[in-house]
């Protein structure tokens, strides 16, 4: 059984920055040997669950528009961790943020969209408030 928890969180003010950390257990991430999509979403208040930013088996990363430029996804496979570098923060990123991950990622690009719909496993959330 694959478990991801998150942690990181916090609360920060306009223009500065947090690292969310993800832990994988249940399941190594190993390079070569296995196709995955891992990636981090969130979700804010009365909106629904929006992608952030994703990565996969060969270290190629996807962002939302919202987010390019100021978050970098990565992947510690020593570590079995998957961060989210979140630079530049805006009250509008203030929202719960979520990892998940494929594990048996196969047709389909590996990118928000696609890893919501296909995402077999779940973290339970971290809180980022964003203060102006």
């Known amino acids: 059984q694959v478990q991801m928890v998150e942690s990181g969180g916090g609360s920060v003010q306009a223009g500065g920055s947090l690292t969310l950390s993800c832990a994988a257990s249940?399941?190594?991430?190993?390079?070569?040997?296995?196709?995955?999509?891992l990636g981090w979403f969130r979700q804010a208040p009365g909106k629904e669950r929006e992608g952030v930013a994703t990565i996969d088996t060969e270290g190629a990363t996807s962002f939302a528009g919202s987010v390019q430029g100021r978050f970098t996804v990565s992947l510690d496979n020593a570590k079995n961790t998957l961060y989210l570098q979140m630079n530049s923060l805006k009250p509008e990123d203030t929202a719960m943020y979520y990892c998940a991950a494929d594990t048996v990622w196969v047709g389909y690009p590996c990118g928000p969209e696609g890893l919501k719909d296909n995402a077999g496993y779940w973290g339970q959330g971290t809180q980022v408030t964003v203060s102006s």
């Open positions: 249940g399941y190594t991430f190993k390079r070569k040997s296995q196709s995955y999509c």
